[in-house]
């Protein structure tokens, strides 16, 4: 049997997302994660002897309307996403007490762009997929 907590989860009506400091209000999801890359190290008999450590490669993306994105662009010195500078993207849960857990998204740049739409949609989300230099909890 589970133990509660505060008897409160974080949920999506939990979070704010920033980029650059200015909170978006039209994110419709938003996805990070790191991954390290470890071997293990082999030398005589068939066991491992020693663990070898390399990079840590960040990856996520951000889902939001076309309005807000097309805000973006419209910001770009080159009016594409690709020619916005580094942001930091925070993304923060508050739970029901009022503390609040933030995860931060560093020197961000938009990899991808592009408009997946169709008929009879009644809103225009759209997946940005971000380059990240770290990913940080604060």
């Known amino acids: 049997m589970a133990v509660l907590i505060n008897g409160n989860a974080y949920s999506w009506a939990s979070i704010v997302i920033t980029i650059a400091g200015v909170p978006v209000t039209?994110?419709?999801g938003i996805s990070f994660k790191s991954s390290f890359n470890k071997e293990n190290i082999y030398?005589?008999?068939s066991q491992p002897v020693a663990r070898g450590r390399g990079n840590t490669e960040y990856e996520g993306s951000?889902?939001?309307l076309l309005g807000e994105v097309t805000s973006l662009r419209s910001a770009s010195p080159d009016g594409t996403l690709g020619g916005i500078l580094s942001f930091d993207v925070n993304a923060s849960f508050i739970?029901?007490?009022g503390q609040n857990t933030t995860t931060r998204l560093a020197a961000c740049e938009f990899n991808t762009n592009g408009?997946?739409?169709?008929q009879g949609d009644t809103s225009i989300p759209v997946e940005l997929?971000?380059?990240i230099g770290a990913i940080e909890a604060q």
């Open 129 to 131: 997929e971000l380059i």
């Open 115 to 118: 408009v997946d739409v169709s």
């Open 62 to 64: 951000i889902t939001l």
């Open 26 to 28: 039209t994110a419709q």
């Open 43 to 45: 030398g005589i008999g």
């Open 95 to 97: 739970d029901a007490t």
